[in-house]
């Protein structure tokens, strides 16, 4: 299989501290250096929250420029995705940092349950969210929790909110959300393939399951996520010493199943973004 496979490294989140796991990276200082880390190891997306002093989310647009700044200077060519998921705001706080014009923005347009709460996502916000991007020119990633949500991506494609190719990425793994089935993960390969067959789709496994769900994507010929937002463990008995680890693992499965892994230069082809000067 030729298709080279497009890693992204989720290296913060709003969830795991560094009492979970010292390596989470917490200061922009940290987060630039991970990431660079895990550049090196052949991540071409870093998918990017922020944080307070004391680890709590934040969605400060200052602390996003710093960190697409620090970025931009030390990983040259990498796609910036920021988040503008509701954990780290509320309204249209989370979509503060979009003016800053990063690559991408991850963008879900549907509600869903989470571990303790609902995760809402009410159709106002989520146009509004998708306009923003659209002023910016900013590209979506779709985050699907639920199979709606790809149904809904389809229909907003469909009417020009959010326009051009699509790039779908199934989150799987959530508590009291989408659990990790192979059979699931299949019908959406195939629901996207249908209704957007044009699109790009990759997968992020939560917990214990994101080496599981990496290498179905792998094997399956789609991208996929990793990285210290989504799980911070090696194994059972050990944690993750760094995101490069994890990014390390998915090169593996690469290497495996006869993958190559997609460059900086090859995953903008890809995904419709201008090429950066290195």
């Not at 620090?70 to 509701?86: A, H, N, R």
């Not at 003016?99 to 159709?123: I, K, W």
């Not at 290498?215 to 996929?224: D, F």
């Not at 693992?249 to 290195?278: F, G, I, N, Y």
């Amino acid at each position: 299989m030729s298709k080279p496979c497009i890693i992204c490294v989720a290296i913060t989140g709003s969830v795991p501290t560094k009492k979970n796991n010292p390596a989470v990276p917490i200061s922009v200082e940290e987060q630039v250096e991970s990431t660079h880390e895990a550049f090196e190891a052949g991540a071409a997306i870093v998918h990017a929250h922020v944080r307070n002093e004391d680890q709590t989310p934040s969605s400060d647009p200052e602390k996003f420029a710093r960190l697409k700044e620090g970025l931009e200077k030390y990983c040259p060519g990498m796609i910036i995705q920021f988040s503008t998921g509701g954990r780290s705001g509320a309204g249209h706080e989370r979509g503060g940092m979009l003016p800053l014009q990063p690559d991408m923005a991850s963008l879900s347009v549907g509600s869903n349950n989470f571990p303790t709460r609902v995760y809402e996502n009410p159709p106002d916000l989520v146009d509004w969210l998708s306009s923003e991007m659209r002023l910016h020119r900013v590209k979506p990633e779709i985050e699907a929790f639920d199979l709606s949500h790809i149904h809904q991506a389809a229909a907003m494609n469909r009417d020009g909110r959010i326009p051009g190719r699509l790039y779908v990425q199934f989150v799987m793994g959530v508590k009291n959300a989408m659990p990790v089935d192979r059979d699931v993960f299949d019908y959406y390969i195939n629901t996207v393939e249908r209704l957007v067959p044009d699109a790009d789709w990759c997968a992020a496994g939560i917990g214990r399951f994101q080496l599981d769900v990496n290498e179905w994507c792998v094997a399956a010929g789609g991208h996929t996520r990793t990285g210290l937002e989504d799980n911070v463990r090696l194994d059972k008995d050990s944690l993750a010493p760094s995101n490069a680890a994890l990014v390390k693992r998915v090169v593996d499965l690469c290497d495996k199943h006869e993958r190559p892994v997609a460059s900086w230069q090859q995953a903008r082809t890809m995904l419709d973004l201008p090429q950066r000067a290195a």
